[in-house]
């Protein structure tokens, strides 16, 4: 059966764009493939982060992964912090990627761009490593991600292909999965930029409550002219609700684009939402629940079991190609 298997870091309060460029893609996987989703709360010690806010971050996301769908009877969730095979396998492979790659990621030049240049921790420039092992140690073959995590996939394929290419067929090559709609959902303040955790103006955050989503979604920038057409190029905020109204209602930018043929702005931003409404608040009723019953708990002790089996073994197996002596063979 297909592995698949990605995470999201418990750093701030999930976003629309989370939500439609990661969460809710994770549960198409569980019928049909072995599916592995964690929290990336190690990754999340990269950025100064309150302890206290840590912990509530990673409650939160647990039951928000609970909320949208996902089985602990049918997928594996889990924390990464609870399985130190990721740890492990992080002291191994920091020798197989070099420095000149990791400063080339966009993600780190974004994040330590407006830091003091002399206290940028090794953890966020050695993040893609950790990532590169989150990866590799379930054999993962299928990693759903948003546009933005793209480049760190590609690497773990590097990665890969270099470590195999050395010790033999070790590690499984992983390939990313991009959604088709939504796999970079914009602010509504300013759509040419990222929606994203660390940045509030124009972003809905999945807690907000449904009247506030409503009325930043009324009042989200659109571009000139009155047709609603898809061209993220001339008209990037009627773009950016196309998407979101595309994933919300699972259907192509094209439909999408048909269905509102001849509307005006206003009533297009209404319709759009209605249907991010429509699914929200049946989906912050659900994490309510799970968040105050403490249901997340259960989930994690029986998710981090089964992850600690199988990425165990593959920290055997890495251990074993390098030379690590094993005590148990001698
Ligand atoms: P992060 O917020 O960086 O931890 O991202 C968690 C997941 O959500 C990753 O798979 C990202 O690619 C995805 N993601 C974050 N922001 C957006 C966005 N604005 N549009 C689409 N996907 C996003
Ligand atoms: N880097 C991802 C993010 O910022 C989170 C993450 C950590 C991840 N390890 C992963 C995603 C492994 C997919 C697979 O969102």
Redesign the pocket.
């Known amino acids: 059966m297909e592995r698949v ?5 418990p ?1 701030g309060k999930l976003t629309l764009g ?1 939500y439609i460029g ?1 969460l809710k893609h994770f549960k198409d996987f569980q019928d049909s493939a072995e599916v592995y989703i ?1 929290v ?1 709360d190690l ?1 999340a010690l990269t950025l100064p982060i309150d302890p206290e806010v840590l912990r509530q971050n990673t409650r939160e996301l647990v039951s928000f992964y609970l909320a949208s769908g996902l089985d602990p009877e049918k997928c594996t969730i889990f924390l ?1 912090s609870s399985v130190s095979a990721h740890a492990e396998l992080n002291a191994i492979m920091q020798n197989y990627l070099y420095m000149g790659e990791l400063s080339r990621m966009t ?1 780190f030049k974004e994040k330590s761009a407006h830091m003091n240049q002399s206290a940028i921790g090794l953890g966020l420039f050695a ?2 490593v ?3 092992c ?2 590799v140690l379930y054999d ?1 073959e299928t ?4 546009e ?2 793209v480049q ?2 590609e690497l ?1 394929r590097d990665l890969v292909n270099r470590f195999n290419k050395r010790y033999g067929e070790v590690l499984t090559l992983p390939k990313y999965k991009v959604g088709k709609t939504g796999a970079r959902i914009k602010s509504l303040s300013d759509p040419t930029v990222k929606m994203s955790k660390s940045d509030p103006k124009g972003d809905i955050f999945l807690t907000d409550p449904i009247p506030s989503i409503r009325k930043k979604i009324m009042g989200a920038v659109t571009d000139s002219g009155s047709e609603v057409k898809y061209d993220v190029e001339n008209k990037p905020g009627v773009s950016n609700l196309l998407q979101i109204y595309a994933s919300m209602k699972e259907v192509s930018i094209e439909e999408a684009e048909r269905h509102f043929a001849g509307y005006r702005y206003g009533d297009f931003k209404r319709e759009v939402a209605d249907a991010v409404c429509e699914e929200l608040e049946p989906f912050q009723n659900r994490f309510r629940e799970i968040l105050e019953s403490k249901a997340y708990v259960e989930a994690l002790k029986k998710g981090q079991k089964k992850a600690q089996e199988v990425a165990n073994k593959t920290l055997k197996r890495v251990q074993k190609a390098v030379g690590l002596l094993d005590l148990d063979a001698e």
Not at 5 to 9: A, D, E, H, Y
């Open positions: 298997l990605s995470g999201i870091k750093t989370n990661a964690f990336a990754h990464q993600q993040y893609p950790l990532m590169a989150d990866i993962a990693v759903p991600v948003g933005d995590q760190h996939v773990t």
